[in-house]
């Protein structure tokens, strides 16, 4: 594969402390999350969902979001994204201070309903008022699409059908379609397949890949996206993750991962390897397991070897 249509720089959407863990069964305190959050801005990380104003009774573990906000380190340059499922959801993310929201719906009809309770065509008319504040506010909205490459109900999906969800967000001016392969099923193959239909009638920088590492074929997926020029995508230090509506799934591709992946292939993100490494541990020694991220493990036992010499 010739590597010369990638890009130079790529914009890393961290994602850890929402989608990381909304599906963590015992609870996190906020000083845990505040404390990943932490670490996550300092190893450089510019652009990090902090939390999620969804219904505490569907994600219980989101259910500190307004404490969240009230405690996140402010340094210029840096972003905090929020989920915002409807206007009552944004209006809390607000008041809570939130800068940029990120809405979300689906290319399946029974991903859609299990996950937010309405029909695609429902969850757009959920969108429209927080597209007219989020104007009134200065407010930047990115747009979720899930189910891209398979859904856990309906299997395969068309492809006709991520893009025209795709071209709804970006046409009610969503600055930018995150694309959810949300269970992980996708492969080069088939992610060769979504861009080539999706970059035939959108630009390569209104896209990022949002892809969960289920059956072990995130990097590749990340490796193929790049090739169509695609250059933001979101991830999960540790590997944290998983969506509470969708069976079976597990975390978002690693932070880590990526990085080591992005450095290897002479790719700038602005964020350092080791100081990721030591918020893995810190979330993962929190969370009383061993990051999911091979890289993360690999470089804990290096560090653990060369101690030792
Ligand atoms: P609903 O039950 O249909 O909502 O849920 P409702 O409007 O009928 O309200 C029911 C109750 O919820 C009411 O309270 C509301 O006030 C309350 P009650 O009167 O019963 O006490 N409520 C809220 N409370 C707090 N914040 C809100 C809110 N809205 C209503 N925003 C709803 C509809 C969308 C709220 C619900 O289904 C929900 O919260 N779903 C969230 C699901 C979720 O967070 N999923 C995970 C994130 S998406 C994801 O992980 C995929 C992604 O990573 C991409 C990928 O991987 O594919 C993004
Ligand atoms: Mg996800």
Request: proline content about 5%.
């Amino acid at each position: 594969m010739s590597t010369k249509a990638f890009p130079e720089r790529v914009r890393i959407v961290e994602v850890g402390p929402r989608d990381g863990l909304q599906n963590e069964k015992s609870p996190v305190s906020t000083a845990i999350k505040l404390g990943l959050i932490e670490g996550l801005a300092n190893a450089g990380l510019s652009v990090i969902e902090a939390t999620a104003f969804v219904s505490p009774k569907w994600v219980p573990q989101m259910a500190d979001a307004a404490a969240v906000m009230a405690g996140l380190p402010l340094r210029t340059g840096l972003r905090y994204p929020v989920l915002t499922p409807n206007l009552k959801g944004f209006e809390a993310a607000l008041a809570a201070g939130a800068k940029e929201v990120a809405i979300f719906t689906a290319a399946s009809e029974t991903f859609c309903e299990k996950n937010t309770n309405c029909s695609i065509d429902e969850s757009f008319a959920r969108f429209a008022p927080i597209m007219a504040a989020a104007r009134d506010a200065g407010v930047a909205v990115r747009g979720y699409v899930s189910c891209v490459l398979g859904c856990p109900f309906e299997g395969d999906i068309a492809l006709d059908r991520v893009l025209a969800v795709s071209e709804r967000l970006l046409a009610i001016d969503c600055y930018e379609v995150s694309l959810g392969d949300t269970i992980g099923v996708g492969t080069p193959g088939s992610t060769a397949r979504l861009f080539d239909s999706l970059c035939a009638r959108i630009p390569a920088d209104k896209l990022a890949g949002h892809f969960h590492d289920t059956w072990g074929q995130a990097l590749p997926n990340i490796l193929t996206s790049l090739g169509y020029g695609i250059a933001t995508f979101d991830s999960s230090v540790a590997g944290l993750g998983g969506c509470p509506y969708s069976p079976g799934a597990s975390g978002n591709v690693a932070t880590e991962d990526v990085v080591y992946m992005l450095n290897g292939l002479g790719i700038e993100t602005g964020v350092s390897l080791d100081a990721l490494v030591d918020t893995a541990a810190f979330i993962s020694d929190a969370l009383g397991r061993a990051p999911a991220s091979r890289v993360a493990r690999a470089a804990l036992a290096r560090r653990l070897r060369q101690a030792g010499e």
